[in-house]
Nanobody, 126 residues
Framework: QVHLTESGGGSVQAGGSLNLSCTTT????????IGWFRQAPGQEREGGAV????????WYSESVKGRLIISRDNAKNTVYLQMNALKPEGTAMYHC???????????????????WGDGTQVTVSS
């Protein structure tokens, strides 16, 4: 069974920063694709940053490149998402997702084929 624990969301003013965490079990974490996406009410899932825990390969969607940084801590079975210079349009539920594949080449499919956590709310005020 996949279990994802997301944390780090909150309310910040525009220009502020947040660091989201996604922790899972060793079995789920190992050599898989783990990433972050966001979904605002009434909108589709968008954006994305994915990391392959087996080797550290990274993928970013064009909309988040340069603004978000995804990283990992293998000892803690945790993937982080550092968000800087946040804007009000960044207000959304941020979800961690995992695709248990064992192959980095599968990571771009995480958004549509991964298992999603419940999310952590991020609210950015102007």
């Amino acid at each position: 069974q996949v279990h994802l624990t997301e944390s780090g969301g909150g309310s910040v003013q525009a220009g502020g920063s947040l660091n989201l965490s996604c922790t899972t079990t060793e079995h789920v974490y190992g050599r898989n694709c783990i990433g972050w996406f966001r979904q605002a009410p009434g909108q589709e899932r968008e954006g994305g940053a994915v990391i392959f825990t087996g080797g550290g390969s990274l993928w970013y969607s064009e909309s988040v490149k340069g603004r978000l940084i995804i990283s990992r801590d293998n000892a803690k079975n945790t993937v982080y998402l550092q968000m800087n210079a946040l804007k009000p349009e960044g207000t959304a539920m941020y979800h961690c997702a995992v695709l248990q594949t064992g192959y980095a080449v599968s990571c771009p499919a995480l958004q549509t084929h991964g298992y999603w956590g419940d999310g952590t709310q991020v609210t950015v005020s102007s």
